[in-house]
């Protein structure tokens, strides 16, 4: 009986590498199913400056299109005019409101607390004006975006208690309304009218009451 020829010795080295190898893989398989991901709850230091552009933008007023300037304003009225000169008015604007006339008179407060109300009134419709007591018969406001000087407008004339509004060398008012400084005017004219209807006579003898006036003066 012959004896069978033993394999060449790279054969055997060739299948021990390959049986080495295959068992580390199945090692290593083995050890990473086992592992577990393992997340701390403690976040605190941790800081997240990402911000999504839409989240950036939301809330925002878009911009206003692009809305070129009429070339003839030969055919507009007087307020197409003034609404289409508000219109491109950008950048910070200051203004007036004159009060109505006539009814109780106003205080310092009374005017503070219209000037407050409007302020947050404004707010709520995104127009971001401030208003502020300027005298007892006027309100100074201040708008960031020029270019909402027509929202503002339609804002403070649905007031009752505003008059009439200048913005720059504009004035608003309400259709049929005559300029503040007429009215002014005819309610002193009316005044002294009525002032004058019942005169006192210069030459007339003082009465009880007169003297007793007087005395307490």
């Known amino acids: 009986m012959s004896n069978q020829p033993s394999p060449p010795l790279p054969l055997l080295l060739l299948l021990l590498t390959v049986t080495l190898v295959g068992t580390s893989q199945f090692f290593r398989f083995a050890e990473g ?7 701390t709850d ?4 941790v800081v997240d400056d990402e911000e999504d552009e839409e989240w950036k933008q939301w809330g925002k007023k878009p911009p206003p299109e692009y809305d070129p300037p009429p070339t003839d304003f030969s055919g507009m009225e007087l307020p197409q005019i003034q609404a289409e000169m508000m219109k491109r008015q950008f950048g910070r604007v200051f203004g007036f409101v004159k009060l109505r006339l006539g009814g109780a008179k ?5 005017v503070s ?5 409007w302020s947050k009134l404004s707010r709520t419709g995104a127009i971001e004006t401030k ?6 018969g006027t309100i100074m406001f201040t708008m960031e975006r020029g ?8 804002f403070i004339l ?3 208690e505003a008059y009439e509004i200048k913005i720059g060398e504009q004035i608003f008012r309400r259709p049929g309304d005559p300029p503040f400084e007429l009215l ?8 002294n009218t009525a002032d004058n209807a019942s005169p006192i006579e210069d030459n007339a003898s003082p009465t009880e009451d007169d003297v007793h006036q007087k005395d307490e003066l």
Do not use: C, V, Y
């Not at 403690?42 to 230091?45: A, G, P």
């Not at 002014?184 to 005044?191: A, F, I, P, T, Y």
């Open 147 to 154: 270019q909402d000087s027509l929202e503002l407008k339609e």
């Open 106 to 110: 106003r205080t310092r407060d009374m």
């Open 33 to 39: 199913g086992q592992r577990r991901i393992h997340i």
């Open 131 to 136: 208003f502020t007591g300027f005298d007892l």
């Open 113 to 117: 607390d219209i000037a407050m109300q």
């Open 158 to 160: 649905n007031q009752p």
């Open 184 to 191: 002014l005017e005819k309610l002193h004219n009316d005044k």
């Open 42 to 45: 403690e976040l605190d230091d």
